[in-house]
């Protein structure tokens, strides 16, 4: 089983839909998590870091349930520059190692 | 704002050839990392360095080497090239306050 496990997509969606988009670990004692985002070609870029209790930017809304041990993205109002590859991002505790998922593809259709 | 800065951005390697990447970071990060990004694979860690001095094995180590030259600098060797190190590489740096990585552009690495 992958430490970090993604849906890899592709999610096609119309602008201005709300869109979900969960993530599975494995590590029980993953203490960190984050989303990045990945444009085509490019590097990834942090887009969120994911509190216990969930939080909030603009649009986008990162939740943690470590009993289930997932973490989910939610953009609400997609627009055409949300397209892009979402990579979830888990940490161990007192560890330096930062696990990727394969990522999730999105397309915002006009 | 130079970031993290890595070279060289494409490279074409004959089998059995050796290069090295070269990673520099100006954020006076302590961590650094190395990853390798395949199709359906995602990014997977090669190497990492939590301070200057000390680096340790990623997931996937086997082939390559590295070297924390100093607190900027962090390098991937790859002694002796094979089809299956053809990838796209990146460098990275950690912010230690907030646990970003702040990665750079990437080195497109193909060997025939």
């Known amino acids: 089983r992958k430490e970090v496990e993604q849906d890899p997509g592709p999610f096609n969606v119309p602008e201005g839909a709300t869109v979900a988009f969960n993530c599975t670990y494995s590590?029980?004692?993953?203490?960190?998590f984050f989303w990045y985002r990945q444009d085509c070609r490019k590097e990834p870029k942090l887009l969120m870091s994911?509190?216990?209790s969930g939080n909030e930017d603009g649009r986008f809304t990162a939740q943690l349930n470590r009993a289930s041990q997932y973490i989910s993205l939610l953009i609400r109002d997609s627009k055409l520059s949300d397209s892009a590859t979402y990579l979830c991002?888990?940490?161990?505790?007192?560890?330096?190692?930062?696990?990727f998922g394969t990522g999730t593809r999105l397309k915002v259709l006009a | 704002n130079a970031g993290v800065t890595q070279t060289p951005k494409f490279q074409v390697l004959k089998t059995g050839q050796s290069m090295t990447l070269q990673c520099a970071q100006d954020m006076n990060h302590n961590s650094m990392y190395w990853y390798r990004q395949d199709p359906g694979m995602g990014l997977r860690l090669i190497y990492y360095?939590?301070?200057?001095?000390?680096?340790d094995k990623g997931e996937v180590p086997n082939g390559y080497n590295v070297s924390r030259l100093n607190k900027r600098e962090f390098s991937l060797r790859l002694e002796s090239a094979a089809p299956s190190q053809t990838s796209v590489y990146f460098c990275?740096?950690?912010?230690?306050?907030?646990?970003?990585?702040?990665f750079g552009e990437g080195s497109r690495l193909t060997v025939l």
């Open positions: 590590n029980s004692a993953s203490q960190s």
């Open positions: 991002v888990v940490s161990g505790s007192g560890t330096y190692k930062y696990i």
């Open positions: 360095s939590a301070s200057e001095g000390t680096t």
């Open positions: 994911v509190y216990s």
């Open positions: 990275a740096s950690r912010e230690a306050n907030t646990g970003e990585l702040f």
